[in-house]
């Protein structure tokens, strides 16, 4: 579904990442990891159409994306849960649910999204009239997937979505990963500094260092490797 090759992508005179390739398979969960400033987060948003490459493709679904602006590359199907969140916090969560479906037309559509969305992440429907900003961090996680998933996308690439939750919450979000990936089909990329449980989420694994692919594979493999565990997973 989603094929990287030979993305460099530059910050001024500094090498964000140094040529990686990648290929994500239809209804796959396939995820990133790596340590700080290993370019996890540059290859999202390069893939999203948020930062330009200087060199390299990206193809979604047969089409070279690598030039489309980040509004063309939502519309094919691919939406993208930054690091962070980035809930509109000052516009209350229906608003934000809103936001996630500006591009479609079909009132239907939207509304089946909505009930979709409530049906994974009740805990939004209580908060609908609340404002985003006051919502707690796994509160801020869900609405963040939510708004994603309300612009019926085929492909999700989540950014950290343990980052900043209660611990007892994040096994529930990575449980709403999984049964999104595996009741709807949706293809995912997931970057998360918690190796030991997106290894344990996902199919395959691309380990980053510096820009580069020093590792991919099967994640239960990638799990067993004596090296990365001592590295990645605590020994």
């Avoid at 519309?75 to 849960?81: I, M, N």
């Amino acid at each position: 579904m989603l094929t990287v090759s030979n993305l460099e992508v530059c910050y001024g005179a500094i090498s964000a990442l140094g040529g990686i390739s990648l290929e994500v398979g239809a209804g796959s969960i396939v995820t990133l990891i790596g340590g700080n400033g290993a370019g996890k987060t540059t290859t999202l948003r390069t893939i999203s159409g948020l930062i330009r490459a200087k060199q390299g493709t990206v193809t979604f679904r047969g089409e070279d994306i690598s030039r489309l602006p980040a509004h063309e590359i939502v519309a094919r199907g691919l939406s993208h849960v930054p690091e962070g969140r980035m809930v509109f916090s000052n516009l209350t969560v229906e608003e934000n649910l809103s936001m996630g479906a500006y591009l479609l037309r079909d009132r239907d559509v939207i509304a089946k999204n909505r009930d979709y969305v409530f049906s994974i992440f009740p805990r939004l429907k209580e908060r609908l009239k609340q404002t985003a900003g006051t919502l707690s961090g796994g509160e801020q996680q869900m609405l963040a997937i939510g708004r994603a998933l309300m612009g019926n996308p085929k492909f999700l690439m989540l950014d950290e979505p343990s980052l900043g939750i209660a611990p007892r919450l994040i096994g529930t979000i990575f449980e709403k990963i999984v049964e999104i990936n595996q009741t709807q089909g949706i293809t995912i990329l997931l970057v998360e500094q918690n190796a030991n449980l997106a290894l344990e989420v996902s199919s395959s694994a691309y380990v980053l260092e510096s820009g580069h692919v020093v590792m991919s594979g099967e994640s239960k493999k990638l799990r067993a490797d004596p090296q990365l565990k001592a590295t990645y997973l605590g020994g």
